[in-house]
């Protein structure tokens, strides 16, 4: 699946690629079995692991910092890392919400994925348009894992019900 260039999808892009995106997501039923807590335990170890493995490097192969229109102190990268100031800071899991879910540790209520969006596919206040993870790993927040999605795209894909397109 290679949504490359497209930062939006319309209904007709949606309603092609839908079937690539529906097998990405889990069922309400499967997210309730022991396997799929453990592959989510697995991909949670590997990006802590390697969020320490790089935290004292400041450009990673491959990586575009930017700067955050909300405040020019905060770059975001590509790679979905922020450095504030220029000190790359440390991502947790959410403490008001479920794992998969990346803040940084000193402003838990900054999503990680919402600001790759808000810099890299430029995402607007208002907009009305939800980010989607297109491999549905939550720890995967780099710029080329999301994709902007209206309400109804993002709903049918979350609820898994592939009748509706």
Known sequence: MNFTGHT???????KEWYPQLFEKCPTPS?????????????????????QEL??????????????YPKDETW???NLARVRINGIIQKQIDNPNGSKGYLVLKDYTKTLIY???????????????????????NGYNCSEDN??????TQHTA???????EW
């Open 114 to 136: 919402r600001l790759v969006a808000d810099v890299f596919l430029d995402r607007k206040e208002g907009e009305y348009l939800e980010v989607h993870h297109i491999d549905n």
């Open 8 to 14: 939006r999808l319309t209904d007709e892009e949606f």
């Open 75 to 77: 770059e975001i990268s």
């Open 157 to 163: 894909i979350n609820k898994n019900e592939m009748e």
């Open 30 to 50: 499967t997210q309730r079995t022991k396997e799929y807590k453990e592959e989510v335990e697995i991909k949670r170890t590997n990006f802590f692991k390697f």
């Open 54 to 67: 790089t935290k004292d490097i400041s450009v990673l192969p491959w990586e575009i910092w930017k700067p």
């Open 146 to 151: 999301l994709i902007m999605l209206t309400k």
